[in-house]
């Protein structure tokens, strides 16, 4: 009896020294869990263990990666070229320009409104050979500045023609008088002003590569402007 009791108080004495075991079924360890969101705490939890791992210097854990990845304070949009207020500014800043690929003064200046690169529009000295078609600069622009998204501004007219999908399509102005507006060609010879209104709409669109809520205004032509 004796012996046993002793046996009995070793078995014990070993079981609260060896380490717990895990349940059989873990419910942290469930899909769903998996897929929970991570609170602030969290995510300062989960970037400290980071921290330790890479031997960085104690600090606020999210701030110090904020630091180290050079990200900035707060992200924002990308933009289309900021345009001045008055039309006589746009046309007089471009309308004597030289195009840089072919050193001539186009008879249709043209400048992007992504990047601000001034180009030939509508015009046979810088076309080229893409795959098997002839494209013209503003296409061959659009594919190289916005992945085949590009509104460009035609200086001679006030217009805006936007190049998507190897297609071209005429906008619309985004300058108008003091009616509202627009003066196609130049014609009327009006002053006209930039209107905020329109250029939030073609920005909005050219973010989302989605110009057909102006369906009723486009007018398609080919891709060898």
């Known amino acids: 009896q004796q012996q ?11 079981g609260e020294s060896a ?6 079924s873990c419910s942290g360890c469930s899909p769903a869990r998996l897929f929970t969101p991570l609170d602030s705490a969290g995510l300062d939890r989960l970037a400290a263990a980071w921290l330790a791992a890479v031997s960085l210097p104690q600090c606020r854990p999210i701030a110090c990666l904020t630091d180290r990845l050079a990200l900035p304070s707060e992200l924002q949009p990308p933009r289309l070229i900021p345009l001045p207020l008055a039309y006589d500014a746009v046309f ?11 050193d001539q003064r186009p008879a249709h200046p043209a400048v992007c409104l992504v990047c601000g690169e001034f180009l030939c529009f509508n015009s046979p000295c810088c076309q080229a050979r893409h795959g098997e078609d002839t494209v013209g600069e503003c296409h061959r622009h659009s594919v190289l500045c916005g ?3 590009c509104p460009v501004l035609v200086v001679d007219s006030s217009f805006v023609w936007v190049f998507t999908h190897g297609l071209a399509l005429r906008w619309g102005s985004l300058y108008v008088d003091e009616f509202g507006e627009e003066d196609e060609e130049l014609r009327r010879g009006k002053p006209l002003y930039l209107s905020e209104q329109r250029y939030q709409a073609l920005e909005w669109q050219w973010l989302l590569h989605n110009y057909y809520s102006s369906a009723s205004r486009l007018e398609w032509l080919s891709h060898s402007l």
């Open 4 to 14: 046993q009791q002793a046996e009995s108080s070793a078995a014990s004495s070993a």
């Open 147 to 149: 992945a085949g998204h």
């Open 19 to 24: 380490p717990p075991q895990p349940p059989s």
């Open 92 to 102: 007089s800043a471009n309308r004597s320009r030289a195009c840089r690929h072919c």
